[in-house]
């Protein structure tokens, strides 16, 4: 099964690049399934209704969010009626929306996606290590599905890692996203989870993590606030992952995925170039 993880989409240019890459890659790559961050894909805060259906529509699966998932008020009511679109699993019991669902792949093939969230330098959430082991209790890797994507929203690469080796062997891919800077340690965990401490933007690296520049650079430099933060409009580089996983629910490769703008481009050199 090929799966496809999208980091954090940022605004305009982020969502240009979902809607030109997605369906290519789908059919190039032959991709079974697409799990794309969402929370920033709103001018750089949150999600709407309308952006979620265009991410739908490009061909993604199922769209995570985070800390920004309630920015925009429609949210809270919408997520009820929309199950492709996640919200952190751990936010207090009665929070709108859920936290991990059960989806149909291409071929039949049955998805678990969760998204917990951390709690260094973050907002005082419940525990997502608790969270993440009663969902794998409750749907076990090789037994209630064929395949778990882990979302880990967080600000530290430690907590990220750390979630990593806590469900080695029971996920199939555990990704960080949040910090908006994609991260060189992709790898397959000795038990056979594909693990990446941050998928990074996809958003314009001509800025300051997906924003224009000037206004936190002011608030840097001069520690007072003089506009709204805006996101920059530049090409995008769609950020991401690519993973493979086998029979078992567990990976055999795992490959970055940097397209357009101005990162180095990557691909899994496996699947061809896109
Ligand atoms: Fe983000
Ligand atoms: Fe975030």
Not at 1 to 14: A, C
Not at 65 to 76: I, K, Y
Not at 132 to 156: I, R, Y
Request: proline fraction near 6%.
């Amino acid at each position: 099964m090929r799966i496809l993880f999208i980091g954090d989409v940022l605004g305009r240019s982020g969502r240009a690049a979902v809607t030109r890459y997605v369906p290519r890659l789908r059919e190039k790559w032959a991709l079974d399934f697409i799990v794309c961050n969402g929370e920033n894909s709103a001018g750089g805060f949150g999600i709407t209704e309308a952006i979620c259906e265009e991410m739908v529509n490009a061909g993604v699966d199922c769209v995570t969010l985070g800390n920004h998932a309630f920015d925009q008020r429609e949210t809270l009511v919408f997520i009820e009626r929309q199950p492709r679109l996640l919200r952190p699993i751990n936010y207090p019991p009665g929070t709108p929306g859920r936290g991990a669902n059960l989806f149909t792949a291409a071929r039949g093939q049955q998805v678990l996606v969760v998204n917990p969230m951390g709690r260094v330098f973050m907002d005082a959430i419940d525990d997502p290590f608790a969270a993440m082991e009663k969902e794998l209790g409750a749907c076990p890797l090789g037994v209630a599905c064929d395949a778990v994507v882990v979302d880990m929203h967080a600000e530290t690469s430690s907590e990220k890692m750390a979630m990593g080796h806590f469900v080695d062997g029971r996920a199939s891919l555990v990704v960080g996203t949040h910090t908006h800077v994609p991260t060189a340690d992709a790898q397959i965990l000795p038990g056979g989870t594909a693990y990446l401490t941050d998928a990074g933007m996809t958003g314009d690296y001509d800025s300051v993590i997906g924003m224009e520049k000037e206004e936190p650079l002011r608030r840097f430099i001069r520690k007072t606030p003089g506009s709204r933060y805006e996101p920059a409009n530049g090409e995008a580089t769609l950020c991401g992952v690519a993973v493979e996983v086998g029979g078992d629910g567990l990976a055999s490769m795992i490959a970055p995925v940097r397209l357009g703008g101005r990162l180095r481009q990557e691909w899994p050199q496996e699947w061809g170039a896109p």
